[in-house]
Nanobody
Framework: QVQLVESGGGLVQAGGSLRLSCAASGRTFSMNTMGWFRRAPGKEREFVAA???????YYADSVKGRFTISRDNAKNTVYLQMNSLKPEDTAVYYC?????????????????WGQGTQVTVSS
């Protein structure tokens, strides 16, 4: 099992920045690919970004150029730096992990999930 705990969410004005962290424990060798998803009110959970153990990355078009995903394998932690935030970025952000070493945008491909952290962007 892998346990994932997100932190760093909060309330920020449009144009501001936040940095989310996801700390992992347990069978962390299973965390070959890490991802961030989000669920806005009334919407489905959607892919945001993902990173492999060798730091290959992929972003949703909606966040490309504004968000940066990174990981520190020694600390078993993955980060999501979010800049130029918009009101439409308001959502609960979830960290996820999968054992496969290639990126997937599909939430069903991820084996482990955190509880989520709320990000609210005011206009």
């Amino acid at each position: 099992q892998v346990q994932l705990v997100e932190s760093g969410g909060g309330l920020v004005q449009a144009g501001g920045s936040l940095r989310l962290s996801c700390a992992a424990s347990g069978r962390t060798f299973s965390m070959n690919t890490m991802g961030w998803f989000r669920r806005a009110p009334g919407k489905e959970r959607e892919f945001v970004a993902a990173i492999t153990r060798t730091s290959n990355v992929y972003y949703a078009d909606s966040v490309k150029g504004r968000f940066t995903i990174s990981r520190d394998n020694a600390k078993n932690t993955v980060y999501l730096q979010m800049n130029s935030l918009k009101p439409e970025d308001t959502a609960v952000y979830y960290c996820a992990a999968r054992s496969a070493g290639y990126i997937s945008r599909l939430r069903n491909d991820y084996d482990y999930w955190g509880q989520g952290t709320q990000v609210t962007v005011s206009s």
